[in-house]
């Protein structure tokens, strides 16, 4: 995966806004980011962790309506026309043959749930759905110039959009996914096929409830389709309803893969391979619903994707 459009992590398209302030303390380095919006100020803290994979958001930038309020009253976001795409031209190269580099995007969703804490989202979204529209578009505006950019600059790739699951049950009702993804994510996904590039829906969680929603935007595949437990999906039943639209990738799930024990998750493996490959379809690609959050991977959980590599080799055999 490789990012051009924004950082992966929120709330970097609020950067130009604000005032960046960073500093250590012991095992952690902090990020505090202010920005003066009308007679507020609005401000958000990160986290990063010596030896953990992410960052944490330890106060979020918007913390009542009003915040909301002041934050939608500032100057739109600059359209910046300078990309660089020299991460995946060089990525590509390094791979030659033996792999596929993937461009990596949020949608106006995951940056503006991102912007409160999840409590506060729902009630927001839910309660007030001209404002968080105009959030939205607020957003938009500059992903789809971003996106029309590197798809031209970038044809006939494979994208992953991240951000849809904010919207999915039971965060929010499957009639809000079509208004907060639907309505901004379809014209993501035009833009991609326009220069012939794939798009790949992301969303963790429940997913029986707004796949319709997903094939409606004309997405080309969709991960990680997390089985019952953290998520609703039988891989085989989404195989024979959707796999002549969507590419699937999954079924694997990144806690299993640390914490069972190697015998039971050979037949997890074995079991997403026969559902993934039911019946006709247009693909599937076996793949872990995230990975490891520790920058030190324990000896099982490194016994278990080994166990992947085995069972995938020894399948159809």
């Not at 030896?51 to 958001?57: F, H, R, S």
């Not at 998520?231 to 079924?251: P, S, T």
């Not at 299993?256 to 693909?283: C, H, Q, W």
């Amino acid at each position: 995966m490789r990012s051009l459009a924004f950082n992966q992590y929120i709330p970097d398209p609020v950067d130009e806004y604000a005032t960046i302030e960073r500093y250590e303390d012991k095992n952690s380095r902090y990020t505090i980011r202010r920005i003066k919006a009308g007679k507020r100020i609005l401000t958000s803290r990160t986290r990063i962790d010596k030896d953990v994979n992410t960052i944490w958001t330890i106060e979020h930038l918007i913390k009542d309506i009003d915040d909301l309020k002041a934050f939608l009253d500032l100057p739109p976001l600059k359209l910046d026309s300078s990309i660089d795409i020299s991460p995946v031209i060089e990525a590509e190269e390094a791979l030659g043959d033996s792999g596929i580099v993937m461009i990596d995007t949020p949608d106006p969703l995951c940056l503006a749930a991102g912007l409160f804490d999840m409590s506060l989202y729902t009630v927001i979204a839910m309660t007030e759905p001209y404002l968080f529209h105009r959030l939205l578009e607020k957003f938009a505006v500059v992903l789809y110039h971003k996106t029309k950019l590197i798809s031209e600059a970038l044809p006939g790739r494979l994208w992953r959009i991240y951000g849809p699951e904010y919207a999915a049950p039971p965060y929010l009702p499957p009639d809000l996914f079509y208004e907060y993804v639907n309505r901004y994510d379809a014209e993501m996904i035009r833009m991609i096929h326009k220069n012939n590039g794939y798009a790949r829906i992301h969303s963790h969680g429940r997913l029986m409830d707004i796949i319709d929603y997903i094939a409606a935007m004309e997405a080309d595949a969709i991960d990680p389709i997390e089985p019952p437990g953290q998520g609703d999906a039988i891989l085989k039943e989404v195989r024979q309803k959707y796999g002549k639209q969507f590419v699937l990738f999954g079924n694997l799930e990144i806690a299993d893969i640390e914490n069972m024990p190697t015998s039971l998750f050979r037949e997890k493996v074995r079991n997403a391979l026969r559902e993934g490959t039911y019946g006709e379809g247009r693909g599937f690609v076996l793949m872990p619903s995230a990975c490891p959050y520790g920058r030190k991977l324990p000896a099982l959980t490194l016994k278990n994707y080994e166990a992947i590599i085995e069972e995938l080799h020894q399948f159809g055999k």
